[in-house]
């Protein structure tokens, strides 16, 4: 078992296998995903009962909560493949965090977007500074630091290296802000309605909304895959696989 | 410059370990800089690496100086890896840099107290006696800022005077120093390695009048 | 160790030299406190009633806007090589960098600012609050900074990229400082705000000087 995933992580460390054993697995998370994202929709869209507060507009969870979930557990992948780059400087996990960043950053604002537009017909107001929205519009200033930071750099190894060690100390601040937020929000008149209470969701609303969250994740995988691929290529340009690979597609 | 070395130096160095590459790689932005380099600097050795703008030199020396641990291969110091025997290994070399770490609103005395701070058995009145031998006497309460290039250089370098330690690494240290500093540095590193010390440097300078000195010439891969 | 030592003494009197390092970021956040009344309302119960935050919120722009130079030197003049050089600890290293950033902005920060809240009319009963909320919190607004600034040392303009990565990691520290400073004026305990801050600052002083050694050696330049 150990030395399985010992030649596991072996092979993951080599660009040239990830690029072609990943060109097989795509359409296993591109295929599943647009299915679940089809039949999440439309269920939750169409299907799912009315929420007896919020009457439609609540149908907005089937976007706004997937991404938001996404958002924060993109910002600890990237953490931990940034940590594995500076442990055991794997290069593969350096692409891999720089591909995830503008992805996990999309979908904070994604779910920031849908908060405000939810927010309008809940609260009347486009923004309000309720715990969640706020800790999200923080989670996307982190997402912005470790890109400006990654532009910044002079060298792609600098670059990589000074994001991995901002998203580490990202990832131990996220829960403390979480926490702050979550407190100061409590002192400050906590907001009139809760945006989602999943614990009294009922049944028929909530199963859309798990299908919506899978399908998310499996979008999430596929689209990590696709922009990992187009690091491995610009990096391993001068490689001659690459070269081969080009001339290939040339001839065809 | 003719004052002699304030303590004998050939007392100093009592033990001198090699300090040796093995098999070093390194690349850069996709560059190949060296490959399989083998170099090992032995008691009483002057080796001065030559070659071209960006055939490596300053990242040879820094790496062998344990600044930089981003090649493959090993750096050896007593026969164990230096990033193992470290401060040890730090105890036993100088490395100046090209950047000369003068902080230019302190006086030179000051500025030499923080060289050697890691080295505490170096008396102030050696500080002294150092800086009057790169001739700047006169200047120890003056701030740095209102030295010229040279001088600020023979700052930097006094600390070949006061630092108890065999091995020398060094990037460049003739940039901004005039005829008579240039004459006083070869001088030093003569009487280094003649008396058992050992030197590696970089430099575009030709050090021709020393017997010791081995050149290695960087930059044959394209 | 001595090393450490002697770079926060070196650092000290640097800074004794140079005022301006110390009294730039304690002049800004006069007025920086200025820009309130102005803007706002000079009416002194409202005043009074954002005080607490006004305070927090010109502390920690005053002590970013001083961290952009605390590594840019050391790294642009050698300084950092030789750190690296020296075999001391980094870590022990980034905490005698950090006690000296603080003794220069966070310190007298604290100080002052009970003062100038009396030109925001900051309720009495709030003063031992905002005092020591401070001194809680501007240590680890230093210790926090510096993982930034040392990210950023080798940016050109890296000043607005410092404060673009380090502003959300500082959003704790002024959520529970300015409600302590809060609630003390309005007559409330507040003796558990200081006690996060203390707890953060534990946690900031074992962890970020890892960040920040590690973050150093991205700025060796080649």
């Known amino acids: ?252 | 410059m003719t004052r002699s070395v304030p303590v004998d130096p050939s007392s100093r160095f009592t033990t001198h370990c090699d300090l040796s590459a093995h098999n070093v790689s390194c690349e850069r932005d996709d560059r190949l800089l060296f490959e399989d380099l083998n170099l090992s600097v032995k008691k009483g050795d002057l080796i001065q690496l030559v070659g071209p703008n960006g055939a490596g030199k300053t990242t040879l020396l820094r790496l062998m100086a344990g600044l930089n641990q981003d090649f493959e291969g090993e750096v050896r110091w007593c026969d164990e890896n230096i990033q193992e025997c470290f401060q040890d290994y730090a105890r036993q070399r100088l490395y100046i840099g090209h950047l000369s770490a003068i902080k230019k609103v302190l006086t030179p005395l000051e500025n030499l107290r923080w060289f050697v701070s890691s080295w505490p058995e170096v008396k102030e009145d050696d500080l002294w006696q150092a800086l009057e031998e790169v001739t700047l006497a006169g200047y120890e309460d003056v701030p740095c800022q209102q030295l010229s290039a040279g001088q600020q250089r023979r700052v930097a370098l006094a600390r070949l005077l006061v630092t108890p330690t065999p091995l020398w690494i060094l990037d460049e240290p003739f940039t901004a120093l005039d005829k008579a500093g240039v004459d006083w540095l070869e001088g030093q590193l003569a009487k280094h390695v003649e008396f058992g010390g050992s030197v590696l440097i970089t430099s575009h300078h030709a050090l021709n009048d020393i017997p010791a000195l081995r050149q290695i010439e960087l930059g044959m891969h394209k | 160790m001595s090393l450490v030592v002697a770079t926060i003494k070196r650092d000290l009197v640097i800074a004794a030299r140079n005022p301006g390092e110390w009294l730039n970021p304690l002049m800004f956040f006069l007025m920086v406190l200025a820009l309130f009344p102005l803007a706002v309302d000079p009416d002194p119960k409202f005043l009074a009633k954002i005080a607490a935050g006004v305070v927090w919120v010109a502390a920690l722009l005053a002590t970013l806007l001083s961290l952009d130079a605390l590594f840019k030197a050391d790294v642009e003049d050698g300084t950092l090589e030789q750190w690296l050089a020296s075999g001391e600890s980094l870590y022990a290293m980034a905490l005698g960098k950090v006690f000296v950033h603080w003794c220069i902005s966070g310190l007298p920060l604290t100080l002052v600012a009970p003062l100038l809240a009396l030109m925001m009319n900051l309720p009495e009963e709030a003063y031992s609050a905002l005092f020591f909320s401070l001194l809680l919190g501007t240590p680890i607004l230093s210790l926090l900074g510096a993982v930034g600034a040392a990210l950023t040392a080798g940016v050109r303009s890296g000043g607005l990229l410092l404060s673009l990565v380090i502003l959300p990691l500082y959003i704790p520290i002024l959520i529970f400082g300015a409600s302590a400073v809060y609630h003390a004026g309005i007559e409330m305990e507040y003796a558990g705000q200081l006690g996060f801050l203390a707890s953060f600052l534990c946690i900031a002083m074992t962890l970020t000087p890892f960040a920040v050694a590690g973050a150093l050696k991205l700025n060796l330049s080649r």
Request: proline share 4%.
């Open chain 1, 1 to 252: 078992m150990w030395e399985a995933l010992k030649r596991l992580y072996h092979r993951m460390g080599s660009p040239k296998w990830f690029y072609e054993i990943s060109a097989r697995w795509l359409p296993w998370f591109a295929i599943p995903a647009a299915l679940c994202m089809i039949v999440g929709t439309v269920w939750g869209l169409a299907f799912a009962p009315a929420d007896y507060q919020q009457g439609n507009s609540f149908r907005i969870i089937y976007i706004h909560v997937p991404a938001a979930i996404l958002a924060q557990s993109a910002y600890a992948m990237m953490a931990i493949a940034g940590a594995i780059f500076l442990i055991w400087r794997m290069k593969m996990a350096a692409w891999v965090a720089a591909s995830i960043a503008p992805i996990g950053a999309s979908f904070c604002f994604i779910a920031l977007m849908t908060g405000a537009i939810w927010g309008k017909p809940t609260w009347g107001t486009w923004w309000v500074w309720d715990a969640r929205l706020t800790s999200m519009l923080l989670l996307l200033f982190l997402y912005f630091g470790v890109m400006a930071l990654q532009k910044a750099m002079d060298t792609e190894d600098t670059a990589a290296k000074a994001g991995a060690i901002l998203s580490l100390v990202g990832l131990v601040n996220i829960p403390i802000i979480k926490y702050s937020v979550e407190w100061w929000n409590t002192l400050h008149q906590p907001a009139t309605l809760k945006l989602t209470e999943e614990s009294t969701m009922a049944m028929d609303m909530l199963i859309p909304l798990l299908i919506m969250i899978v399908g998310f994740y499996l979008l999430f995988a596929t689209l990590i895959f696709m922009r990992t691929r187009n690091q491995v290529l610009w990096h391993e340009r001068k490689k001659n696989w690459v070269k081969k690979l080009i001339q290939a597609q040339a001839e065809r």
